[in-house]
């Protein structure tokens, strides 16, 4: 079965410093999506892409946040200048569809350790 | 962002009874209602859906259930296996479109 896939599955980072966190999504999806979730708590909407641009952004997604689909297959979030509290487990997810009936297919995470 | 909240942080059930799992939205906007289930060190695994014209979803051993007037939703699984412990997550979207998630409830099914 297709699935999504997240490289690193641990990345550890001195604060300040600047993180990729990779994701190849399932090939005929169109709509990616980043989510996060700090330790204990709630599943936390980052950014939907789709057709190259941003379609949606929460407020978490600040500045510091860019998002990119450098080719055909890979699709990053880039945290600038890492801070504590961002570290968390970050979810990529993918559908061939915007519409959420579709069910997102999720990878199995990038815990990003910032110390 | 409290849209989308679980109340029960976990629930035990015994193996063949019924686990029911509870969710309570805010924004009357939502159009579209998931539960995806969770198990350590992977990634939210979608499970069943309803659309706010439904009142009622079943897919096997799995049914939603939608009441819009309350704003509140439920999971039922009858009957309960041992490999349906995980965390639970509830799901709202608005134009079928950006999700939100719950806190999550965390369902254990002892044999």
């Known amino acids: 079965e297709p699935e999504v896939t997240q490289t690193p599955s641990h990345q550890v980072t001195q604060m300040g410093q600047e993180v990729i966190l990779r994701c190849v999504p399932i090939?005929?999806?169109?709509?990616f999506y980043w989510y996060r979730q700090i330790l204990g708590q709630k599943v936390e909407f980052l950014v939907s892409f789709y057709n190259n641009e941003i379609s949606e952004k929460s407020e978490i997604f600040d500045d510091q946040f860019s998002v990119e689909r450098p080719d055909g297959s890979n699709f990053t979030l880039k945290i600038r200048s890492t801070k504590l509290e961002d570290s968390a487990m970050y979810f990529c997810?993918?559908?061939?569809?915007?519409?959420?009936?579709?069910?997102?297919?999720f990878g199995s995470g990038t815990r990003l350790t910032v110390v | 962002d409290q849209q989308v909240k679980q109340n029960s942080p976990s629930l035990s059930v015994q193996e063949g009874r019924i686990s029911i799992l509870n969710c309570d939205y805010t924004n009357s906007m939502f159009d579209y209602f998931l539960w995806y289930k969770k198990y350590p060190a992977e990634g939210p695994t979608f499970l069943i859906s309803i659309s706010s014209i439904k009142d009622k979803n079943e897919d096997g051993r799995f049914t939603v259930f939608l009441n819009k007037s309350a704003k509140h939703l439920s999971l039922h699984i009858v009957p309960s296996q041992p490999g349906d412990s995980a965390v639970y997550f509830c799901a709202a979207s608005k134009n079928n479109n950006d999700m939100r998630f719950g806190a999550g409830t965390r369902l254990t099914v002892k044999p």
């Open positions: 090939s005929n999806h169109l709509y």
């Open positions: 997810a993918s559908t061939p569809d915007r519409l959420a009936n579709y069910g997102y297919t």
